[in-house]
């Protein structure tokens, strides 16, 4: 019994996958080959600023690190204005997921308990299972066997504890005729904040660099 089901979480899962790469295909916005580019490039910059390592995850958790936040504040400004003037075009699209406020309080906790321990989050995990890290192949798989948990038991115990959907709403909605004025105000925003916040640095352990702030 467990087996099969098992083997049909994990069969369902590859198949996801084999659909990811099938819809990038399809949609010919770019190629595998430029996904992979594109993926390489996000590593290399994650390993240069090192935000894959416990200690920066760790430092931003006990407020004594502000790469993190300074990286995620950069990449949300640029990004936001990037991607929406690249959809306004046609260069790009995105779905909307709904806004589930008690599903949102609930995974933000747990995702946020999870980084603690961890020490990770999906974007710099793959990354240290890359360098070897064993530690994080662990948690990645106690991941996957969360999502196992979530799915056998969604019915009957998640969707009623996740609260009712709130629609799909996006920032510029709320503020007809001035869509792209928000989007690029919010941008500009978002970016100053990551300039104005003082950069903190916590060393790690195995590396030799200096701790400084600014």
Do not use: W
């Not at 948990?149 to 009712?164: A, H, I, N, Q």
């Amino acid at each position: 019994m467990i087996f099969s089901i098992l083997t049909t979480y994990f069969v369902g899962l590859f198949e996801r996958v084999g659909e990811l790469f099938q819809n990038i295909l399809d949609q010919e916005h770019g190629s595998i080959a430029l996904v992979f580019l594109i993926g390489v490039i996000f590593g290399g910059i994650i390993q240069y600023s090192r935000v894959d390592k416990f200690e920066k995850i760790a430092g931003f958790a006990m407020l004594k690190d502000t790469i993190v936040p300074k990286m995620l504040f950069l990449a949300v400004g640029i990004t936001s204005i990037a991607l929406y003037y690249l959809i306004d075009i046609g260069g790009a699209h995105y779905h909307i997921k709904p806004i589930v406020l008690q599903g949102l309080i609930i995974g933000g906790v747990l995702f946020g308990i999870g980084m603690a321990i961890l020490g990770k989050c999906p974007g710099t995990g793959p990354i240290s299972i890359a360098e070897g890290r064993i530690d994080v192949l662990v948690g990645a798989i106690g991941g996957l066997f969360g999502g196992l948990v979530f799915t056998l038991f969604y019915s009957d115990f998640f969707k009623p504890l996740m609260g009712e959907s709130l629609g799909k709403t996006i920032l510029p909605e709320l503020f007809k005729g001035h869509e792209q004025l928000t989007v690029l105000i919010f941008g500009v925003v978002v970016i100053l904040i990551a300039i104005l916040i003082p950069k903190i640095e916590l060393c790690d352990h195995n590396e030799d660099c200096n701790c400084s702030i600014k």
